[in-house]
């Protein structure tokens, strides 16, 4: 059953979202709440989701307090009132 | 340019330190229109390497918050190069996510710190000034 989600948007995604900070979104999962994101900002689609649908590694998302990465990943449930974050990864050399 | 309260300046310097032998890395939060630096977040180092640094994602996170509740936000981040010259490696280059974001590189290889920052775009690398400022400033642990 999808939940309505709040998402917190980086600054760099936020001129693809028409300057929001936070869209909401209905989702099961993270997988869907990213594809939502693309499906209504085509714009962010490089940037959160590689071509064949995995989690792009230059983005970090959370679902409350916890990266997905360390969770289940796409496949990580979101219900309703949780608060998803994106932010860039930073890291270089 | 980046404006680097003195307080501020020497923890990152001395984090750095610290981290030897590996790289250290944090973000820095401040106003984006200026450059001036009001906090400091030193952060884990995810890939633990002394080539190349991955800020801890959930230090990163909190350091985002904190600076939101502070009413700031985060502008820039900050490395160290353990054994190379202060200036950006093609990995910085390819990996920085923000055109908007200062890019600060603390060279360790010689007896000296040597602090750069730097505007990375499109593949362009733009060395900017770093003033470091007399006044007091907050510092803050993540």
């Known amino acids: 059953m999808a939940a309505a989600v709040d998402v917190r948007l980086p600054t760099v995604l936020r001129s693809q979202a028409g300057g929001q900070s936070i869209v909401t979104v209905k989702a099961s999962t993270i997988g869907d709440v990213l594809r939502e994101l693309v499906s209504e900002f085509p714009g962010m689609s490089g940037q959160l989701l590689n071509d064949d649908g995995s989690l792009h590694r230059f983005v970090n998302v959370y679902v409350n307090d916890d990266d997905v990465r360390y969770l289940e990943a796409l496949e990580t449930p979101v219900r309703e009132g949780d608060e998803v974050s994106l932010l860039p990864a930073v890291a270089g050399g | ?142």
């Open chain 2, 1 to 142: 340019m980046l404006r680097l309260p003195r307080a501020l300046y020497l923890q990152m310097v001395a984090y750095c330190i610290t981290g030897l032998p590996e790289e250290a890395c944090g973000v820095l939060a401040g106003d984006p229109v200026s450059g001036t630096v009001d906090r400091l977040y030193p952060t884990r180092n995810e890939a633990a390497s002394a080539r190349v640094y991955t800020v801890d994602s959930r230090d990163l996170l909190q350091a985002d918050r904190d600076a939101e509740r502070n009413g700031t936000q985060l502008i820039g981040v900050f490395h160290s190069h353990t054994h190379t010259d202060a200036y950006p490696s093609p990995t910085d280059v390819d990996q920085a996510p923000d055109l908007s974001w200062h890019y600060v590189v603390v060279s360790l290889r010689d007896s000296h710190p040597v602090v750069r920052s730097y505007r990375i775009g499109g593949g362009l690398v733009e060395e900017e000034s770093v003033v470091v400022l007399g006044q007091a400033a907050v510092a803050v642990a993540v």
